[in-house]
Structures are given as structure tokens and as C-alpha cells.
């Protein structure tokens, strides 16, 4: 059983960092995670987070891949749920919903070139079976060596990721 991380210290850790997200997971938790997808597939620019099509530069009558996918324990639990949006994959990742490795991981195995910039992180709600249980949540933007870009919202699971109400609350998002 999976328990929830000790202190808010590890959560700011995680969302303050400019690394791979996925990296610092499997740290934390000393497990390695696989990813599933969901769902993925071309949406208008207009139908995006409107913070995903401004960041990637997406203009009206433009499309962008959207894929919805969760970060999964060894046992299956859900640890992060995820919306990662792209105009093309980076070098070194396929960008196919058929691979069960995370994108970080990918794209640290590729040895491509990457820098995350952090759009915001603090509070909002889970989607799990639990109404209105506050998670932490983390948006960035990953740009590759490549000049390819790709949009992340990610939520993580309370369960395995502390969500403590000293964090700043979600501003303005539609988490």
C-alpha cells in the first residue's frame, strides 16, 4: 500500500523542479512507473487549455495532438493524470499512444536535449472516485533541442503525492 509522502517539502520539491517530473516520481516513490494513454488524438487549437494553445504558439484554425494519459505504480495505481499537448514529437520520442514508457523518460533515453519552463503549480481537485479531494498540480512547457515544444498539465494522486493547503491554490486555471 501506497502511503502519502511525508511532508509538503517533497511536494514543493516536485513542483518547483525544473526536471523531469517523471525522474523525480520514480525517486520518491522507488518505484518505476509505466504510462497508459487514454486517449489521444488532433484537436483544434480552440478546444485546448487556452493556456496549452498560447504557450505552443497555436493559432485559431490551427491543431495540435492532445493526449490524455495517467502515470502508473508496478501494482497499477494511478500516481499523476496527465494532458500533454503537441504540434509534432520531439526527436528521440514517437509520440505514439502504443508506448508504455513515460514521455520523460523517452525523451532522458534519447538523450535529447530538453528545458522545462514552469507555467504554474499549486492546488486543484482529483478526478479520482473521491469528490473534492485536493491534489497538487504542475504546468510546464518541455522544449527539445529540436524546437519542438509540448504542453503539460499533470495532476498527482494525494495518495501519493502530498497536497497540503500551504501550497497556492490553483489561479484561475481550469484544472
Not at 535529447?112 to 479520482?128: D, F, K, M, N, V
Request: charged share 20%.
Amino acid at each position: 500500500m501506497h502511503t502519502t509522502l511525508p511532508t509538503a517539502g517533497a511536494t514543493r520539491m516536485l513542483l518547483s523542479s525544473d526536471g523531469s517530473t517523471t525522474t523525480l516520481l520514480e525517486a520518491l516513490l522507488d518505484e518505476r512507473l509505466a504510462v497508459r494513454v487514454d486517449t489521444q488524438g488532433p484537436v483544434p487549437a480552440g478546444q485546448l487549455y487556452p493556456r496549452a494553445a498560447q504557450a505552443l504558439g497555436l493559432k485559431r484554425g490551427e491543431e495540435a495532438i492532445e493526449r490524455r494519459s495517467a502515470l502508473l505504480a508496478p501494482d497499477g495505481s494511478v500516481v499523476s493524470v496527465n494532458v500533454v499537448v503537441f504540434a509534432a514529437p520531439p526527436d528521440g520520442w514517437s509520440g505514439s499512444a502504443d508506448d508504455d514508457a513515460p514521455l520523460g523518460r523517452r525523451l532522458r533515453e534519447a538523450g535529447t536535449r530538453q528545458h522545462r519552463r514552469i507555467l504554474s503549480s499549486g492546488l486543484a481537485e482529483w478526478p479520482g472516485e473521491v469528490a473534492h479531494q485536493t491534489c497538487a498540480y504542475k504546468e510546464y512547457v518541455i522544449s527539445c533541442g529540436d524546437e519542438s515544444q509540448l504542453y503539460v498539465h499533470e495532476k498527482f494522486n494525494p495518495a501519493f503525492v502530498a497536497a497540503r493547503t500551504s501550497l497556492p491554490a490553483a489561479a484561475g486555471l481550469a484544472a
